[in-house]
């Protein structure tokens, strides 16, 4: 998808993460190092506790490191977040309860340095009919179900053209069915897009069925046990869930995910 | 079935942490419920009248609904010339005082010093009871409405200061999350995020001050005035002049309680989501 030499968009590189706190400090992440290629698609598993959604927090820059460097886009997060290369979502929905379905895809483009051409290619509305809610712009998020304010919010990270998108366990709220549905349709979006995705869960055949690779966090302190390439041809279709790779993949992350 | 009306009912943020409910599951309130309180309302007068009327109650201890109403009739003019400056003192002080606390909420908001500072003083004022305040206000404000307006303002203060602090502080912190991954700068934080997360909580004060400031009128009245509905309370009790003491408090009664009704239906048109949404 990139030719070689062109600039990482994600390369953390020795990172560590330490919290001090009175009762003490807590390394969140130590040593870790990712590269991640323009247009990449990385899943980040691990137990609760390793510094999945802190190595998501370092890119967005929302943490700093304590040592070691991140580099996002060539230069340092914070250039990364003032240019909006940046789009995140969490595993709420977090969408404004008072603005209507339309609105809160409109947000980004309201507030932030140089908010006037923030807007991308496709308009707040074209993307609501890209996660498949043509038709409710005007609801409430207390109108939609679940799955419904999820889409919001993933069109609402989409609406700057982010270059990277970081999903901190998605769709970890919503049922089965439901997060079928949102993960074929993300990976439409990705194959449009062509955005970098750094997507953290605690699912083994999402991570499969989703990322070109898997990076697998042990925890205490949280580090990098393996990263695993899934090797399934796009597109996927979810039936890929049982084949002998998907298969053979899984049971090795499970296997993986035992001894971090 | 018809879902737009079903879907109006469930506007009032009261049904709120029904999470998500399917507009056609909210709750409904037959027309008949609505009459209620009006039939208990009803049936407590038409007791009163009759117990007073078997007992044969004097008219100063206890005038019957009747003679109140009659008096309603007759003293109409009057009562409403001691209205209109209570009125006046209440609305006057409820804007000033709510606006004030407002304020006073939004720097606290922005200077943690300050509040650290000054909230326990706003706390200490408010352990004064209205009825001590209101003599010292009246000495310095004098007995003109002035004073009224000062007493009202101050009952509605502390309420909507207190409210006010909590809703611009009780922000989803994943919203604060996301905003500063858009690079949101504070006054756009503020606008777009705190002031409408604070919405319904000021308005759970404006109600509350919207009774309490008739109520510091009424009371700064007592104190000293020449015209207003305190003051007619204070001359109707010293005269022995029971029925018009009746019609003066239902007078201010229904005051108060279509003050509480603009600033319910303000709020009805206002806060149309559901609070405690966190998603």
Redesign the interface.
């Known amino acids: 998808m990139s030719g070689p030499g062109a600039t990482l968009a994600v390369d953390l590189d020795n990172a560590t993460v330490r919290f001090t706190s009175e009762r003490g400090s807590v390394t969140a992440l130590e040593n870790v190092g990712l590269k991640v290629p323009p247009g990449g698609f990385v899943s980040l598993l691990g137990p609760s506790g390793c510094g999945k959604s802190t190595l998501l927090r370092l890119v967005a820059d929302l943490v700093a490191p304590t040592q070691g460097t991140v580099t996002v886009l060539g230069g340092p997060p914070e250039r990364a977040r003032l240019n909006r290369d940046l789009g995140f979502v969490f595993q709420d929905a977090t969408l404004l309860p008072w603005r209507s379905a339309l609105e809160n895809v409109r947000l980004p483009l309201e507030v932030g340095p140089k908010k006037r051409d923030r807007g991308g290619q496709r308009t707040p509305e074209e993307l609501l009919r890209l996660v498949g809610l043509a038709g409710r712009e005007h609801a409430l998020p207390h109108e939609l179900s679940g799955g419904m304010r999820q889409r919001v919010a993933i069109a609402r990270a989409l609406v700057s053209e982010p270059r990277i998108l970081l999903m901190d366990e998605p769709f970890g709220a919503l049922d089965e069915i439901t997060r079928d549905t949102l993960n074929e349709e993300l990976l439409k979006i990705w194959r449009e897009t062509g955005t970098t995705i750094l997507f953290v869960t605690h699912s083994i055949p999402e991570a499969v069925f989703l990322s070109e690779r898997v990076l697998v966090l042990a925890t205490n302190p949280g580090r990098v046990r393996e990263l695993v390439a899934c090797e399934l041809p796009y597109p996927r279709p979810l039936s890929v869930r049982e084949t002998p790779e998907f298969i053979r993949i899984a049971s090795h992350l499970r296997a993986l995910l035992q001894t971090c | 079935m018809d879902d737009k009306p079903t879907a109006v009912i469930a506007e009032p943020p009261a049904v709120a942490r029904r999470a998500?409910a399917p507009?056609t599951s909210a709750p409904r309130r037959p027309r008949s419920q609505a009459l209620l309180p009006f039939i208990a309302a009803a049936v407590l007068v038409a007791a009163w009248q009759i117990l007073a009327q078997v007992f044969g109650l004097p008219i100063y201890i206890a005038p019957t609904p009747i003679q109140i109403a009659k008096t309603l009739v007759s003293e109409l003019p009057m009562l409403m010339r001691n209205f209109v400056p209570t009125a006046i003192e209440s609305l006057i002080g409820f804007v000033l005082g709510n606006s004030i606390a407002i304020a006073v909420a939004v720097l606290f908001v922005h200077s943690k010093r300050l509040e650290a500072a000054l909230y326990p003083i706003a706390v200490f004022v408010n352990t004064i009871p209205i009825l001590a305040k209101a003599p010292i206000l009246v000495l310095i404000f004098g007995l003109g409405m002035t004073s009224k307006v000062v007493i009202a303002a101050f009952i509605c203060f502390f309420p909507t200061l207190a409210n006010m602090v909590r809703g611009l502080t009780s922000v989803?912190p994943?919203?604060l999350?996301?905003?500063?991954?858009?690079?949101?700068?504070r006054a756009?934080v503020f606008w777009?995020?705190r002031v409408?997360s604070s919405?319904p909580f000021l308005f759970s004060a404006l109600k509350i001050a919207s009774t309490t400031s008739v109520l510091g009128a009424i009371v700064g009245e007592w104190i000293g005035a020449d015209l207003g509905l305190g003051a007619l309370i204070i001359e109707a009790t010293h005269n022995f002049r029971s029925p018009l003491l009746y019609a003066t408090v239902f007078v201010s009664s229904a005051w108060a309680v279509v003050f509480f009704a603009v600033v319910s239906f303000a709020e009805r048109r206002i806060?149309?989501?559901?609070q405690g949404?966190?998603?």
Request: glycine residues 0%; neutral net charge; proline residues 4%.
């Open positions: 998500a507009a989803n994943q919203s999350e996301l905003m500063r991954v858009l690079s949101a700068s756009e777009k995020l409408p919405l806060v149309t989501w559901k949404e966190v998603s």
